[in-house]
């Protein structure tokens, strides 16, 4: 059996869960996420038809938050937190400098697929601001510095990427 036959037996089961129910439809998002890792269009449009309702519907939902990925992460994710506490502690250049660093845009992945970089509206961490998340790893009071290194740690040493 194939990993896309299994996932596909993983999302049917979740269906089954929550009985085809567009009440469940968060839920749903949520678990197809956690089985793909995000959501393309060609499965928004799967949920679409298994819970019988209109697709911007779908799409509506997982647009609207922002925890949902549209498209494939790469390798190792980078979230930049940008609530109203970690941009006024300097979030901003923090992102400008990984931005710079590793040649890739917000919302985009480096061309070989091992670094997203990614923007959040708040994770909650307000007292620990500026916070950024490496590979689901919070860093509070960070610093660009700090920030570079620990994607050239995880990257998998001190080389920036596409320089």
């Known amino acids: 059996m194939s ?7 993983m999302l049917e089961k979740v269906l089954k869960e929550h009985n085809y129910q567009e009440s469940a439809l968060l839920e749903i998002l ?15 449009m799967d949920i679409s038809g298994s819970l019988n309702i209109p697709p911007s519907h779908v799409f509506g939902v997982a647009t609207f938050y922002s925890f949902f990925k549209l498209r494939k992460p790469g390798e190792h994710v980078v ?41 959040t509206r708040c994770i909650g961490a307000c007292a620990m601001a500026p916070t950024i998340v490496v590979d689901d790893e919070v860093i509070g ?10 994607i050239k740690d995880v990257l998998g040493g001190d080389k920036a990427e596409n320089r």
């Open 3 to 9: 990993k896309e036959d299994k996932r596909r037996i």
């Open 30 to 44: 949520h678990r197809a996420q956690e089985i793909y890792g995000y959501l393309d269009k060609d499965l928004l």
């Open 79 to 119: 979230t930049g937190c940008l609530g109203t506490a970690c941009y006024v502690k300097g979030v901003e250049k923090i992102m400008e400098a990984v931005e710079q660093e590793f040649n890739v845009k917000r919302g985009h992945s480096t061309p070989d697929g091992r670094l997203s970089l990614l923007v």
């Open 141 to 150: 009071k960070a610093t660009k510095e700090i920030v570079i290194q620990k």
